[in-house]
């Protein structure tokens, strides 16, 4: 099976540098105390970073996310964002990188007195973990494209676990990963509440029907970096994108479908149950890809 973050294998990655709470250490040698809240509770949020060309990818963007979904969860970050930064560039300086380099930034609640949910319990401040790994995407991704399936698990009401939230609380899209690789999909294709289709369980969806590219209100998933941009792109291009609420049955009626995240950017569709899609280079998805790749490329 293929899979959105399906990637070159890089020996480097064996040596790579880990920021652990202002300490670098191997990878092998890279743990958290049994009693950080992460750990027990998956309690924290997370953002994934690009390192293109020696370029931070819309780092700004992220760290803003970060910090709002830390606030929205009532964790308070105790540096400030210019001091994370520094972080994550001398991480990325200790390691010696300059492209095709994916970061995993994670911050959790802390270390806790006891295996217990309540945050009065936290003993410590946050947990901050920096991991930069050398990750390319496999070509093949964007010549295969992957194959999509409507799953019954879904993303919940706000009021249960927010899904706009980035946080490592992951449980029903890692169900939902499930259900669909048992069904010989590479991702999920997740319902809202109302029945709507929503995202993905690891990337953000798109579809195209006569030219047109559209995608979910956005109410029930992840503020995606990528789909943002993607978003903005096919605006200053003058390709008509509309954020709506639309069923299943309008997607299966679609010209082309694509997904899209911070490490792979855009990937084509070429199935979603039992609608195949032909994928093409002349296809619009890879007409706005292009764009986006002159966008980092520039950046």
């Known amino acids: ?39 027990l509770l998956g309690d924290g949020v997370w953002s994934g970073i690009r390192l293109h060309n020696g370029k931070l990818l819309f780092l700004t963007e992220h760290l803003q996310r970060l910090y709002d979904d830390a ?39 802390g270390i806790k007195s006891t295996p217990y949910q309540d945050p009065s319990f936290t003993i410590s401040k946050p947990t901050i973990v920096i991991i930069p790994e050398y990750k390319k995407p ?29 946080t490592l609380s992951k449980l029903n899209c890692i169900l939902a990963c499930i259900e669909a690789k048992k069904n010989n999909a590479d991702e999920a294709l997740m319902h809202d509440i109302n029945g709507n289709i929503a995202t993905n369980n690891s990337t953000h969806f798109f579809f195209i029907k006569h030219n047109k ?22 605006k200053a291009n003058k390709i008509k994108v509309y954020q709506k609420n639309f069923k299943l049955k309008e997607v299966m009626k679609a010209d082309e479908a694509f997904v899209t995240g911070t490490f792979a950017n855009i990937i084509p569709v070429k199935k979603i149950n039992n609608k195949k899609f032909s994928i093409k ?13 002159e966008k980092i490329n520039s950046y």
């Not at 706000?158 to 706009?164: A, E, F, G």
């Not at 280079?281 to 790749?293: A, G, M, Q, V």
Request: hydrophobic share 35%; net charge positive; aromatic share 8%.
């Open 1 to 39: 099976m293929t899979s959105s973050h399906d990637f070159k294998k890089d020996r480097r990655n064996d040596k790579i540098k880990i920021f652990v709470n202002g300490k670098f250490l191997d990878r092998n040698n890279a743990k958290i105390s049994v009693f950080d809240s992460g750990f």
């Open 71 to 109: 606030k929205a969860i009532g964790l308070k970050i105790h540096i400030h964002k210019k001091e994370l930064t520094r972080n994550i560039i001398t991480t990325v300086k200790k390691n010696k990188m300059l492209s095709d380099v994916h970061i995993r930034l994670i911050v959790s609640r």
């Open 138 to 166: 496999d070509d093949k991704l964007y010549k295969k494209g992957l194959i999509l399936k409507t799953v019954k698990t879904i993303r919940g009401p706000k009021n249960v676990q927010d899904p706009v939230l980035n």
């Open 213 to 234: 590219v559209y995608t979910s209100t956005g109410n029930y998933c992840v503020k995606g970096i990528t789909r943002k941009n993607v978003i903005d792109i096919c």
């Open 281 to 293: 280079k002349s296809n619009l998805t890879f007409i706005i890809r292009n764009l986006y790749l």
